[in-house]
């Protein structure tokens, strides 16, 4: 894991001892912008902690929620793919309350959009077509498996997190973060072992393994959507701007889902199935809908604001410690099976991500450490190299 966004406190360290006679032009330009622009992905930033706190608060009530609503929504014979697929990103307008709220409020005085480039677009649009189709393997997936068998099969994801963060972000390989990465996948595996032992009444067994294989695809894909997103969000200072690429990038995605769900007749087909076809009738059908839009982007909130304030593995490990939640709520809700193969995955999930925070830990409380007992040589300059070299060989865990 990288720590919050190590550079910018290593830019914030260098601007201090500007006036020693050590600065160069292009710290200088750096922290001229984050004087006009509090750098938001520094832990030093008073507004840190609590956008880590709401962001997770996100992406716990989202996930949670996303994950029941859409199985709710096919049990009581809801069909579309394609519904559930657009719904995934058809809120992205609500996220311009936390782009516009603040500038409005006169918490900053930065305009939203102000510094959307060319290029920031086109970044945007691409990534938002790769999450079009994530959201349509994950509807196809959910469709088919029980929401327990799912959850625990994206888990799976995270070993693909692993390698391209490693190829894409330079990730550093550690004890905790690979121990954390087999355990998940030794419990995505075991449950696969026992998977067709569970199949849902009506689904073919052709069915199930398509639903199994989407399900795949879908960890895959967001596996690869997390480090390329850190990628981008390396040169974004302002959490605003996060937010408004990920409007830009749920548009292209709706996009993509509305292309579909007109060549398919997908919105009469919609009309039809809240009157006659959802056996719970048509306002519990858009109340499902629309509970969908508003939790899934809790749920796109929480992981964007989690990769730009951490790392993309540490949003990965996040979103996977969420999957034993979902599998607790499918449980309790829709009272799928819970045996004794699914109760020893869930405690992998679990130890994984135990072993994860500990690694984390460790980490902090060597740095602690050593900073503590760092002799404070040449006074200013001395003690800013010595800072300096602290947290580059700490940039990873």
Known sequence: MTPPRVNNSIREIQFVHQEGGHANLPCLMNNTRMQLHTDQKSSYN??????????????????????????????????????????????????????????????????PFSDFTPKMLLMSVSIGVMLGFNNLFFSWGNSYLPVSTSALLL?????????????????????????????LTLSSILLALDSSQERPQGITKKN????????????????????????????????????????????????????????????????EESQTVFDKGSKVYWVTVMGNVVTWQLCFMGTAGMVFLTCSLTGGICMTALLSMNVLGGVVVFGDNFGGFKAVSTLLCIWGFCSYVYGIYKFKHTVEVEQHISP???????????????????ATY
């Open 46 to 111: 008073k507004w840190y902690m609590r956008l880590l706190v709401v962001n997770y608060m996100c992406l716990f009530v989202g996930s949670l929620s996303s994950s029941l609503l859409s199985k709710y929504y096919f049990i009581h014979k809801g069909s579309s793919k394609w519904v559930s697929t657009w719904v995934q990103t058809l809120g992205f307008p609500l996220l311009t309350i936390p782009i516009f709220l603040p500038y409005l409020l006169k918490f900053t005085k930065r305009i």
């Open 155 to 183: 888990s799976s994801q995270l070993i693909f997190n692993l390698l391209f963060s490693v190829i894409i972000v330079k990730q550093k390989i550690t004890f905790s973060n690979v121990n954390c990465v087999i355990l």
């Open 208 to 271: 199930y393994f398509i639903g199994f294989f989407c399900t795949i695809g879908a960890g895959l894909m967001f596996a690869l959507y997390l480090p390329v997103m850190q990628r981008v969000y390396e040169k974004v200072y302002c959490y605003g701007v996060v937010m408004e690429m990920q409007v830009i990038m749920e548009a292209a995605a709706t996009a993509l889902a509305t292309v579909g769900m007109a060549c398919e007749g997908g919105f009469s087909k919609m009309k």
């Open 376 to 394: 404070t040589r040449n006074s200013s300059n001395g003690s800013s190299t010595e800072m300096i070299h602290i947290l580059e060989r700490g």
